[in-house]
């Protein structure tokens, strides 16, 4: 399985239509793949794919990635169903949920708070895994960085693009030597939302880019089918398979792929912290109301419900 995370911290620059047009090639390449929607905004959910957020209450992405729910990652994903997916492939997602917007905080309380994505991660069964970032160099870009082998990084050819690319490294590079993990792989820097044809402005930024040491892969340019697809909770890979942003989106994916099959091996994920190393709070709360649900009935059950929730460590 390779975990592949498109990240930007500068928003609008095209990580959702990126994130869904790459997960949606390999799917329909015939690959099995699982797109998470980790920006709390959800749009690649809802805007994108045209699905519904995990209703309250139910397990979901933050529920897993705070520890307040222990179950396997396939049993948060939802199965695309408009996708043209070839024999063998699947287009699952983990979409959004109430409690996004909270889960920064939350992931705040952990000691390590790096590595939730991965644990939740580490065990599922898919040859892709792409992540959609949200627009922050936060503690969940953090997260999908230490969970990540490669990141694709969507750009448009101007010069706040440039500086935000900087950023960026410089934020990829911290993280690496925080938590002690192995470099990560810049699968490629992809060019878009810029008119064509390219203004002399928007070609001295896209030499710029070409100069940065990381590949530049094929371009998305502007197109009405990006939102067009949307409209309609369609891939635009299944919805016009022969436009020019499709094209790229497949190559994208055949270059993905091709890092998968060279390189991919486990990313090593540090073990959870022993019981009597650290108190989790959140463990403890978790493993009790297991123990409830299990055995428990009458006025015993009354009592657990009157414990707190959540409380700061
Ligand atoms: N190639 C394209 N052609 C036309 N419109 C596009 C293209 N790519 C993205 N868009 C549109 O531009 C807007 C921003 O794109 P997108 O949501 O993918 O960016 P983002 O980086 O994920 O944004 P955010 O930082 O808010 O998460 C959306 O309305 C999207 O439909
Ligand atoms: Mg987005």
Not at 22 to 35: D, M, N, S, T
Not at 79 to 88: I, L, S
Not at 189 to 215: F, K, N, Q
Request: glycine letters at 8%; hydrophobic letters at 40%; a positive charge.
């Amino acid at each position: 399985m390779q975990i592949t995370s498109v990240i930007n911290q500068k928003g609008g620059v095209g990580k959702t239509a990126l994130s869904v047009g790459a997960a949606a090639a390999l799917a329909e390449q015939g690959q099995r793949v699982l797109l998470i929607d980790l920006d709390p905004q959800g749009h690649a959910t809802t805007e994108f794919l045209g699905l519904p957020e995990t209703p309250p209450g139910q397990p979901s992405l933050p529920m897993a990635l705070s520890k307040m729910w222990k179950g396997s990652i396939e049993e948060l994903a939802v199965r695309h169903p408009r996708c043209n997916v070839r024999p063998g492939g699947c287009l699952d997602v983990v979409p959004t949920a109430p409690g996004m917007f909270d889960l920064v905080r939350r992931l705040d309380q952990f000691r390590v708070p790096g590595w939730q994505l991965a644990r939740v991660i580490q065990f599922a069964n898919y040859e892709h895994v792409i992540i959609d970032c949200p627009p922050a160099l936060d503690l969940l870009t953090n997260n999908a960085l230490a969970a990540t082998h490669g990141v694709l990084v969507p750009v448009q050819p101007d010069r706040t693009s440039i500086r935000a690319l900087r950023l960026l490294r410089e934020q990829v590079s911290y993280l690496e030597q925080l938590i002690g993990r192995d470099p990560i792989t810049y699968f490629g820097l992809v060019p878009g939302l810029y008119r064509r044809p390219m203004s002399t402005y928007a070609d001295a930024a896209m030499r710029e880019l070409h100069g940065m040491g990381i590949p530049v892969l094929p371009h998305i340019p502007m197109g009405v089918v990006i939102n067009e697809s949307a409209q309609r909770g369609i891939p635009v890979t299944t919805f016009a398979p022969h436009c020019v942003q499709s094209g790229a989106f497949h190559q994208i994916a055949q270059i993905i792929e091709g890092h998968r099959r060279r390189y991919a091996t486990p990313q090593a994920v540090p073990p959870e912290p022993q019981n009597g190393d650290e108190f989790v709070f959140e463990d403890f709360i978790s493993d009790i109301s297991g123990a409830r649900s299990r055995k428990d009935s009458g006025a015993r059950r009354g009592l657990y419900d009157l414990m707190p929730k959540r409380k700061s460590r």
